[in-house]
């Protein structure tokens, strides 16, 4: 049985503010930073084989961090990085920014970007990636984003509902087992505990 610990990245000053992130990173907050600590105290106990992680840099800080010696069992892996937001990037979400756009919920993307759409093809992608992997205990770092679609996908959700129905907070666990002929289960889902120890 092949077991993968999903954790979303440690909180950013963009993420509290609402402006969309690209590729650039100014740091964790000091919330995310403490949570960070009590995360990496969590994973300690894990003896993971691999480590799939976003490219992007507050995954990759992330990893480094609660991997600490391990640090060699990363891998960047693209295919979890967050939607892209294109020319949006370091702008702040709005209603109005997205009305502009043309296309549906599923199909609407920035210049330069992706839509919901897309960014649901490569979770789909990435889920073949795992599948494929020799390794049994794997762990995944990426973003709220991706992993709300990722998590729908495989729950049999549509779009809006992994966005608006499904939470993953910062630094929190979900955990996946995936059985020889593909099969998965949820056995914990933005799992928190360990942030109010």
């Given at each position: 049985?092949?077991?993968?610990?999903?954790?979303?990245?440690a909180e950013t000053p963009e993420n509290k503010t609402g402006v969309l992130q690209g590729a650039a990173h100014f740091g964790f907050t000091k919330d995310g930073l403490t949570n960070l600590k009590k995360l990496k105290k969590e994973l300690d106990q894990y003896d993971f084989q691999v480590a799939l992680v976003s490219s992007l840099p507050r995954c990759q800080e992330t990893a480094d961090y609660i991997l600490g010696h391990r640090r060699s069992i990363i891998r960047a892996e693209p295919l979890a990085?967050?939607?892209s937001s294109g020319e949006f990037a370091g702008k702040p979400?709005?209603?109005?920014l997205w009305g502009a756009?043309?296309?549906?919920?599923?199909?609407?993307?920035p210049p330069g970007g992706e839509s919901l759409r897309e960014v649901r093809n490569r979770a789909k992608k990435f889920v073949q990636l795992l599948a494929t992997l020799p390794e049994q205990k794997i762990l995944v770092v990426s973003h709220g984003g991706f992993l709300?679609?990722?998590?729908?996908?495989?729950?049999g959700k549509d779009l809006r509902e992994s966005i608006f129905d499904l939470r993953v907070d910062h630094?929190?666990?979900t955990f996946l087992e995936v059985d020889k002929v593909g099969?998965?289960?949820?056995?914990?889902?933005?799992?928190?505990?360990?942030?109010?120890?």
């Open positions: 049985m092949k077991q993968i610990v999903f954790t979303r990245h990085n967050e939607k979400s709005t209603d109005k756009l043309r296309g549906t919920f599923e199909t609407k993307k709300k679609v990722l998590f729908g996908m495989l729950l630094c929190s666990l099969k998965t289960a949820f056995r914990k889902l933005n799992e928190t505990k360990h942030l109010s120890a």
